[in-house]
């Protein structure tokens, strides 16, 4: 059958169990009327045009011609229980084994089936892998791997990728996160990644800090803690090559927090607070909690500061981002969380969910040795897994349509053909794979409602379009998310906010011209006294000197004439153009006139002998004279 057509209830635990050759199904799950695909449903894919290649093609399908079996190489890490990885294979392979059964029962056509051989990779994830021995481990013992399923950290899928593109072996690398950071994505041709991205995860950041105008930012990037570490090098990746603008402006501050102190978070806050409002913790919930309460103590919550951390969904690989822990710091982690957005994959799911994950969850247990929590959520990355086989069954089913049966071995064309499509998951809804092969998540922001205090949805990220839609009431202390600079400035250099300290303005004012007004007068009086006594010096010093001509003799020697004598103020002299230039009577006339009263311009003064026949008037004398005027 081409299309998914009814299944009975439960119909996912029974297929399993006969493909792992179990055939002792209970009478309650032959039972349950319940069906997880409605029938005539299709999986509908669109394929466009997808980025040509210059690789030579080879196909190598299997030596029988008649052999129609399609071999998937899962090269998974597995954590052995501890459960620190969450793409674990040991948490995925019953979405791969239900994946596989209805595929193989209904989906594939013309005679092919899936079949897998699974590869144990280890449970770290580091540069220095050993994936690639892995790999050639599964090829050397004889398995020709036309797919490979995996791996989920993306330093592994990026040492593989060498090997894939040298065998043209398409790779559906699960999540691979951080994979291609070190060029650019369309490089990796042969690889599909089929769930959410790092990069998508730095978008919606990169959305947000547009939609607020947030220039200044300190991310704070945690290499002990793999994925958070990777999250960091796409961050940086990022911005430096697309937003050179903030990656200017960013405060970049690594952090190893397996060492970590509290003297160290807090001194990042501090120095951070120097330079940005908005601090992005790339980090797990512990650190999130402790950094918290530590701005909590530092005075740096309360709505003036916004604190990012990312939890895609709930997960023991990092824990719950809960203020809630029951010990001693609640309270103040409470307060501190109001400051704290999260962000998360945007799920969305179908009536066909619950029954999916009711299903994979008792396999899981009973045929994989697997248990969920009885509370758990299946995530994303369980039904990416899921997906990833039916996008596979999908494309082989359009090859096989339309060209020879040995098309479904070219990995070249295989590759082309997984990227810029659409498709339909019955358990994911709609799945959109963009033109470099990457899946498009939608995701949401939230904050803390401080009434429950739970986490809910204020803005939900549509990757196509790259579009935010405010879906949601935003929970804060202040009411708005604060402003990229604060008002004073980060150093508190706005005048504006400087306190006036001393005289208030009209004082000042006052104190300012009291003083110009007294240096003016004191300049005028200066200037009136300079001049006053320049024109005094510049006075006919002889002004006072009376010629003999001017004088009229007519009393006795000691008399008076006539008139009354006056009492002059004037003193009389010699003249030095009349008296003087008469040098040969002077003295003679002098001697007869003295001890007499003459009449000089109607005044009767009085002539006195005078000794000395010569008088220099200095500066002193004349304003002695000046002062009897």
Same mark, same amino acid.
């Given at each position: ?53 210059? !690789? ?22 597995? @954590? ?34 899936? #079949? ?42 990026? @040492? ?5 593109? !040298? ?31 790092? #990069? ?17 930012? +300190? ?151 697997? +248990? ?97 839609? #405010? ?98 103020? #004037? ?10 230039t008469r040098q040969t009577d002077a003295t003679s006339t002098m001697s007869n006139m003295a001890g007499r009263t003459a009449t000089w311009k109607g005044n009767v003064v009085s002539v006195t002998d005078v000794a000395e026949r010569k008088i220099r008037p200095n500066p002193f004398l004349i304003r002695e004279m000046n002062q009897v005027t």
């Amino acid at each position: 059958m081409g299309l998914l057509r009814l299944l009975p209830g439960l119909c996912f635990i029974l297929m399993s169990e006969r493909s792992l050759g179990q055939n002792n199904a209970s009478s309650s799950d032959t039972s349950t009327p319940d069906t997880l695909f409605r029938s005539g449903t299709a999986f509908t894919t669109t394929i466009s045009p997808g980025k040509t290649t210059s !690789y030579p093609v080879r196909v190598t399908p299997p030596p029988d011609p008649t052999d129609r079996n399609i071999m998937i190489c899962l090269l998974i890490e597995r @954590s052995h229980g501890d459960r620190s990885v969450f793409y674990d294979y040991d948490r995925v392979a019953s979405a791969i084994e239900i994946a596989l059964d209805t595929v193989n029962k209904d989906v594939l056509k013309n005679g092919f089936q899936f #079949k897998t051989t699974y590869k144990d990779i280890g449970r770290t994830c580091l540069k220095k892998n050993d994936v690639v021995k892995y790999a050639l481990q599964v090829l050397t013992s004889g398995v020709n791997c036309h797919a490979y399923l995996g791996p989920g950290c993306g330093y592994s899928a990026d @040492s593989l990728y060498n090997l894939v593109e !040298y065998m043209q072996t398409p790779m559906m690398a699960c999540p691979a996160a951080g994979f291609g950071t070190a060029t650019s994505r369309d490089a990796y041709f042969m690889t599909t990644r089929t769930s959410f991205t790092h #990069k998508d995860i730095v978008n919606v950041c990169l959305k947000l800090f547009d939609l607020y105008h947030y220039k200044h930012v +300190t991310i704070i990037q945690d290499d002990a803690v793999s994925f958070y570490e990777q999250l960091s090098v796409t961050f940086t990746s990022v911005l430096r090559s697309a937003r050179p603008d903030l990656f200017a402006t960013a405060n970049l501050v690594p952090l190893r927090s397996s060492d970590a102190t509290t003297e160290l978070y807090e001194r990042i806050l501090r120095e951070g607070n120097a330079t940005s409002r908005v601090f992005v913790i790339c980090s797990n919930a512990t650190v999130v909690r402790n950094l918290m309460i530590i701005a909590q103590h530092l005075g740096m919550t309360g709505g003036e500061y916004v604190y990012i951390g990312v939890e895609l969904f709930d997960s023991q690989s990092w824990g719950k981002f809960t203020w809630s822990m029951g010990d001693s710091g609640d309270r103040e982690a409470k307060q501190a969380f109001e400051s704290l957005l999260l962000i998360a994959l945007h799920q969305t799911r179908n009536e066909y969910y619950d029954l999916f994950s009711a299903n994979l969850k008792k396999l899981a247990r009973t045929r994989l040795n697997y +248990t969920f929590g009885a509370f758990e959520e299946i995530d994303p990355v369980v039904t990416s897994f899921y997906d990833s086989i039916i996008l596979y069954a999908t494309i082989i089913n359009q090859i096989t349509a339309s060209s020879p049966s040995s098309e479904a071995y070219n990995g070249v064309r295989i590759a082309r053909m997984l990227k810029n499509l659409t498709f339909t998951s019955p358990v994911s809804g709609e799945v959109r794979i963009d033109p470099v092969g990457d899946r498009q998540f939608d995701f949401s922001i939230k904050s803390m409602n401080p009434d429950t205090g739970r986490f809910e949805i204020f803005y939900t990220y549509t990757a196509i379009g790259e579009r935010m839609d #405010k879906t949601g009431p935003l929970y804060w202390p202040t009411g708005a998310l604060p402003q990229d600079t604060p008002r004073c400035g980060f150093q508190n250099e706005n005048p504006e906010c400087h306190p006036q300290v001393g005289l208030s303005g009209g004082m000042i004012a006052v104190a300012v011209v009291i003083p110009v007004i007294a240096l003016l007068v004191i300049c005028g009086l200066l200037v009136y006294f300079v001049i006053r006594s320049l024109k005094n010096e510049g006075l006919d010093p002889n002004w006072w000197k009376i010629a003999q001509h001017e004088l009229d003799v007519t009393g006795p020697k000691g008399g008076s004439q006539g008139s009354r004598v006056a009492s002059s103020k #004037k003193s009389l002299g010699d003249d030095t153009t009349s008296v003087q230039t008469r040098q040969t009577d002077a003295t003679s006339t002098m001697s007869n006139m003295a001890g007499r009263t003459a009449t000089w311009k109607g005044n009767v003064v009085s002539v006195t002998d005078v000794a000395e026949r010569k008088i220099r008037p200095n500066p002193f004398l004349i304003r002695e004279m000046n002062q009897v005027t």
